[in-house]
């Protein structure tokens, strides 16, 4: 089975910094992802990690653990845009073939 | 491309009614996802396909729920007869495989209101 646990809501301010953690346990890994999804809209990628550390795309960036099944992003430079739901999701498996299971998302809360 | 294209994009139907909700994906994508998601219960995996063939149903509710790929370029998901609890927004989602870095391309979603 697997448990793939973020934090239910986050409010940070604009030009501030936010980091949203994720923990899973899953039977097997094979890759995490996050993803952004505004309301109303599709989720849609942001970044991927499967070897330890750090990941850094532009205000973004991802961090990942797997001996702690852990990971965070980290967004920096808040804008108000970046008001979305976050959703960590593991790729189980010890191989290539398994599908990607999601964590209810984290929804973030920009303001001015 | 088009990305993933879903329709309809809203259903409004009376509980026991039948629905069908379509998915094209994205071209030379060989997996084929459905999701469902709802407040309570996040983003769910319903069943996947990989060329047309389903892989994993294990997601799927119950029997009222099929879900089918006749070929490379179209699903549909169905329910029947269809509950108040399913109300859900139902995405449907494609990659190209399912190692690395190859992510889920997910279309708009259709949004089911049952009655």
């Known amino acids: 089975g697997q448990n793939i646990d973020q934090p239910t809501e986050m409010t940070a301010t604009e030009g501030a910094i936010v980091q949203i953690n994720c923990t899973y346990q899953?039977?097997?890994?094979?890759?995490l992802f996050w993803y952004q999804q505004h309301a109303g809209e599709a989720p849609t990628f942001l970044s991927y990690n499967v070897l330890d550390g750090l990941e850094e795309k532009g205000r973004f960036s991802s961090f990942l653990s797997r001996s702690k099944g852990y990971s965070y992003l980290l967004l920096k430079e808040l804008q108000m845009k970046d008001s979305a739901s976050y959703l960590c999701?593991?790729?189980?498996?010890?191989?290539?073939?398994?599908?990607?299971?999601f964590g209810k998302g984290t929804t973030l809360s920009v303001s001015s | 491309d088009a990305g993933v294209i879903q329709s309809p994009r809203h259903e409004v139907t009376e509980m026991g009614q039948e629905v069908t909700l379509r998915c094209k994906p994205i071209s030379g994508h060989d997996y084929l996802f459905w999701y469902r998601q709802t407040m309570m219960r996040g983003l769910e995996l319903l069943i996947y396909f990989n060329n047309n063939v389903p892989i994993d149903d294990s997601g799927m509710p119950e029997d009222r729920f099929s879900a089918k790929m006749p070929n490379a370029s179209f699903s549909t998901l169905k329910i029947q007869p269809s509950e108040p609890r399913d109300s859900a927004v139902y995405f449907c989602?494609?990659?190209?495989?399912?190692?690395?870095?190859?992510?889920?391309?997910f279309g708009a979603g259709s949004r089911l209101t049952v009655l």
């Open positions: 899953t039977s097997g890994f094979n890759g």
């Open positions: 999701a593991v790729r189980e498996g010890h191989q290539a073939g398994t599908a990607l299971i």
């Open positions: 989602a494609s990659s190209l495989s399912l190692s690395g870095a190859n992510v889920l391309t």
